[in-house]
C-alpha cells in the first residue's frame, strides 16, 4: 500500500515516455541488427544443414560407386585369373602333345635307324659269308679238281643246275 501512497503520475508519465523512446530508438538501432544477425545466423545454420545433407549423400553415393567399381574390378580380376588358368591348361598339354609327338619322331628315327644298321649288318654278314665260301670254295675246288676228269664232272654238275632254276 506504501506503493500507491508514493505513486506519481508526473513520474509515471515520464517513465512511460522514456521507455517507448527507449523502444523506438532500440528497433531502429538495435533490434534490426540484431534481428539481421540472427536472421543471418539462422540461415548460416540452415545452409550449413543442407551442405552437410547433400555431402552425406554425395558420400554415399561415391560409396555406392566404390562397391559397384570394386565389384566390376574383382569380376574383371576372376575373369582374367580365369583366362590365365584355361591359356596355362592349353599350352600344358599343347606341351604334353609336341612331347609326346617329338618322342614318338625320335622312337621312329630310331628304329628305323635301327633297322637300317641291322640291313647293313647283315649284308656285311652275307659279304663276309660270300667271301669265306668263296675263299672255302676255292680251296675246296682247287684241291677236288687237281685231277682233270674231276673237273669236268664238276663243270656238267653245276650246268646241270643251273638249267633247274
Do not use: C, H
Not at 505513486?7 to 523512446?21: E, H, M, Y
Not at 540461415?43 to 553415393?61: C, G, N, T, V
Not at 685231277?147 to 654238275?157: H, M
Amino acid at each position: 500500500m506504501a506503493l500507491l501512497e508514493d505513486f506519481s503520475v508526473g513520474l509515471f508519465f515520464w517513465q512511460l515516455l522514456l521507455f517507448i523512446v527507449l523502444l523506438l530508438v532500440l528497433r531502429k538501432y538495435a533490434w534490426k541488427p540484431i534481428l539481421g544477425a540472427v536472421e543471418e545466423r539462422e540461415q548460416s545454420i540452415e545452409d550449413s544443414l543442407a551442405s552437410a545433407e547433400k555431402a552425406r549423400e554425395e558420400m554415399q553415393r561415391l560409396q555406392s560407386d566404390n562397391e559397384r567399381i570394386l565389384a566390376e574390378a574383382r569380376a574383371e580380376r576372376d575373369a582374367i585369373l580365369k583366362e590365365a588358368r584355361e591359356i596355362k591348361d592349353k599350352m600344358i598339354n599343347d606341351a604334353k602333345s609336341e612331347a609326346g609327338s617329338q618322342a614318338e619322331k625320335i622312337i621312329a628315327n630310331a628304329k628305323e635307324q635301327i633297322q637300317n644298321e641291322k640291313m647293313a649288318a647283315v649284308t656285311d654278314l652275307k659279304n663276309q659269308v660270300a667271301e669265306m665260301s668263296i675263299e672255302i670254295a676255292e680251296l675246296v675246288l682247287g684241291k677236288e679238281l687237281s685231277a682233270e676228269g674231276k673237273q669236268g664232272a664238276l663243270v656238267k654238275e653245276q650246268l646241270d643246275q643251273f638249267k633247274l632254276n
